[in-house]
C-alpha cells in the first residue's frame, strides 16, 4: 500500500489540492476507506507460514498445521485438512475430503496400516462352515476396535477403504482336503475367498487372499474366516493345527 491518502472526492482529472496530506487532519478517516481490498494478482516473496489456515471457519491451532476449506480442521502437529468440513484424524496425517470419509497417506504417522498374526498354534475341526480368526497379536490402532480380537469394526465416524492381506497356514495339511482363506464383510457378506486342496508337502499348507473394501462405513465390521473340510465322502472330522503362519495386513485409506 502507498502512503498517499485518497482524494477526498471523485474527480476527473488529477488535481493535489483534493489529496491529504501526510499529517493533514482536516478529513476524517471515515470518510475514505484506509485499507482498501487488492483485487489485482499478487506475487509474494520469501513469505513463511508456520500455519496455513483458508477458509470460513477453519482452524489450524498446532504446529505445522495446514487447514484450507469452510469447516476444515487441523488442530494437531503436523496435520493436513483439505476440504470443506475436513477433519484431519490425528498428528501427522494428511485428510481430504468431507465429514464421510477421508484419505490418509502412507508414510504419515496415522496409524493407517494394522497387522494381525498368531503368537500360537491352535487345534480346528475340519467343517463345512466358516470360522473366524481370533487373533492374538493385533498392532496398536485408532481406526478399529478389535476386543474381541476376531471383528475389525469401524469406529472412525467415517466411510473407509481397505486393502487387506491374508494368509491363513495349516500346519501338517492332508490328503484329500480343501482349505479356504475367506474375507469376510459385515454389510456385503463374503468379501473375497481363495481355496485349495492339500497335500502332505509343506509347500502345500497356506492359502492367500487378498481383498478390497470399497466402502466400510461407520459401525461395520470385516474379518478373516477360513474352512477345512475333506474334498470326498470320507470321515470329516480330523483336525488340524492353524499354524503361526498365519498373518494379515490391513492398509487403510
Same mark, same amino acid.
Given at each position: +500500500?502507498?502512503?498517499?491518502?485518497?482524494? %477526498?472526492?471523485?474527480?476527473?482529472?488529477?488535481?493535489?489540492?483534493?489529496? #491529504?496530506?501526510?499529517?493533514?487532519?482536516?478529513?476524517?478517516?471515515?470518510?475514505?476507506?484506509?485499507?482498501?481490498?487488492?483485487?489485482?494478482?499478487?506475487?509474494? *516473496?520469501?513469505?513463511?507460514?508456520?500455519?496455513?489456515?483458508?477458509?470460513?471457519? =477453519?482452524?489450524?491451532? =498446532?504446529?505445522?498445521?495446514? @487447514?484450507?476449506?469452510? &469447516? @476444515?480442521? @487441523? !488442530?494437531? &502437529?503436523?496435520? $493436513?485438512?483439505?476440504?470443506?468440513?475436513?477433519?484431519?484424524?490425528?498428528?501427522? *496425517?494428511?485428510?481430504?475430503?468431507?465429514?464421510?470419509?477421508?484419505?490418509?497417506?502412507?508414510? +504419515?504417522?496415522?496409524?493407517?496400516?494394522? /497387522?494381525?498374526?498368531?503368537?500360537?498354534?491352535?487345534?480346528?475341526?475340519?467343517?463345512? /462352515?466358516?470360522?473366524? %480368526?481370533?487373533?492374538?497379536? #493385533? *498392532?496398536?490402532?485408532?481406526?478399529?476396535?478389535?476386543?474381541?480380537? $476376531? !471383528?475389525? %469394526?469401524?469406529?472412525?465416524?467415517?466411510?473407509?477403504?481397505?486393502?487387506?492381506?491374508?494368509?491363513?497356514?495349516?500346519?501338517?495339511?492332508?490328503?484329500?482336503? %480343501?482349505?479356504?482363506?475367506? #474375507?469376510?464383510?459385515?454389510?456385503?457378506?463374503?468379501?473375497?475367498?481363495?481355496?485349495?486342496?492339500? &497335500?502332505?508337502?509343506?509347500?502345500?499348507?497356506?492359502?492367500?487372499?487378498?481383498?478390497?473394501?470399497? /466402502?466400510?462405513?461407520?459401525?461395520?465390521?470385516? /474379518? @478373516?474366516?477360513?474352512?477345512?473340510?475333506? *474334498?470326498?465322502?470320507?470321515?470329516?472330522?480330523?483336525?488340524? +493345527?492353524?499354524?503361526?503362519?498365519?498373518?494379515? &495386513? #490391513?492398509?487403510?485409506?
Amino acid at each position: +500500500m502507498t502512503d498517499t491518502q485518497p482524494p %477526498i472526492v471523485n474527480v476527473p482529472i488529477y488535481n493535489p489540492n483534493y489529496f #491529504i496530506t501526510q499529517g493533514e487532519s482536516s478529513v476524517s478517516a471515515l470518510q475514505f476507506v484506509q485499507f482498501p481490498l487488492e483485487t489485482r494478482p499478487q506475487t509474494f *516473496s520469501n513469505f513463511t507460514l508456520e500455519n496455513v489456515v483458508l477458509g470460513n471457519g =477453519a482452524s489450524g491451532t =498446532a504446529q505445522n498445521s495446514v @487447514a484450507i476449506g469452510k &469447516n @476444515a480442521i @487441523a !488442530n494437531l &502437529n503436523n496435520s $493436513t485438512a483439505i476440504g470443506k468440513d475436513a477433519v484431519a484424524p490425528s498428528a501427522n *496425517s494428511v485428510c481430504l475430503g468431507n465429514p464421510t470419509n477421508f484419505f490418509s497417506f502412507a508414510g +504419515m504417522g496415522f496409524q493407517n496400516y494394522v /497387522s494381525c498374526s498368531l503368537v500360537n498354534n491352535f487345534n480346528v475341526p475340519s467343517q463345512n /462352515s466358516l470360522r473366524n %480368526i481370533t487373533w492374538n497379536n #493385533i *498392532s496398536t490402532n485408532t481406526i478399529f476396535d478389535t476386543t474381541d480380537g $476376531t !471383528n475389525f %469394526i469401524n469406529i472412525t465416524g467415517k466411510s473407509l477403504t481397505l486393502i487387506i492381506s491374508y494368509c491363513n497356514s495349516i500346519d501338517a495339511p492332508l490328503n484329500d482336503f %480343501i482349505q479356504m482363506a475367506v #474375507i469376510g464383510y459385515s454389510a456385503g457378506g463374503v468379501l473375497m475367498r481363495n481355496s485349495k486342496l492339500t &497335500n502332505t508337502a509343506s509347500i502345500g499348507r497356506q492359502t492367500n487372499v487378498c481383498g478390497i473394501i470399497h /466402502s466400510l462405513n461407520d459401525g461395520e465390521s470385516f /474379518s @478373516a474366516q477360513y474352512v477345512y473340510q475333506r *474334498s470326498t465322502l470320507q470321515s470329516n472330522n480330523t483336525a488340524v +493345527m492353524i499354524g503361526n503362519e498365519t498373518y494379515m &495386513n #490391513i492398509l487403510v485409506f
